[in-house]
Nanobody
Framework: VQLQAFGGGLVQAGGFLRLSCAAS????????MGWFRQAPGKEREFVAR????????DYADSVKGRFRISRDNAENTVYLQMNSLKPEDTAVYYC??????????????WGQGTLVTVSS
C-alpha cells in the first residue's frame, strides 16, 4: 500500500489550499480514509475522516466549518479542502488508511506527509 500526499505550501492567513492523497496497492473503495496533522513539538492529531463510500465525514472541532474531506473512488484519491486557514493550522499533513477511528494508532498505512505553512 502506498499513499502519496501533495498540495501543501505556504499561504497567508485567510487563504486556502487543497491537499490530495493518491492511493495505490489497495482496493481503495473499501477503505475509510483519514487526514491527520502534526505541528512541531506536538502529537499527531486527527483532522478529518471519510468512510469508504464518502457518505459520512467527521472533523476535528478545530477545523469544522473550514475544512472539507472528499474522495474520488474512481481516481483512488482523497482530498482535503482547507479554507480560512489560520497560523495554527501550520503542520505536516498526513493521509492514512487501514483504520476507521480518530486516533493515529488505529491507522496502519500512512503517506509521507505534506507541509502546510500559514503565515500571519
Amino acid at each position: 500500500v502506498q499513499l502519496q500526499a501533495f498540495g501543501g505550501g505556504l499561504v497567508q492567513a485567510g487563504g486556502f489550499l487543497r491537499l490530495s492523497c493518491a492511493a495505490s496497492g489497495l482496493t481503495f473503495s473499501v477503505y475509510g480514509m483519514g487526514w491527520f496533522r502534526q505541528a512541531p513539538g506536538k502529537e499527531r492529531e486527527f483532522v478529518a475522516r471519510i468512510n469508504r463510500s464518502g457518505t459520512r465525514r467527521d472533523y476535528a472541532d478545530s477545523v469544522k466549518g473550514r475544512f472539507r474531506i472528499s474522495r474520488d473512488n474512481a481516481e483512488n484519491t482523497v482530498y482535503l479542502q482547507m479554507n480560512s486557514l489560520k497560523p495554527e493550522d501550520t503542520a505536516v499533513y498526513y493521509c492514512a488508511t487501514g483504520g476507521t477511528g480518530v486516533a493515529a494508532y488505529e491507522y496502519k498505512y500512512w503517506g509521507q506527509g505534506t507541509l502546510v505553512t500559514v503565515s500571519s
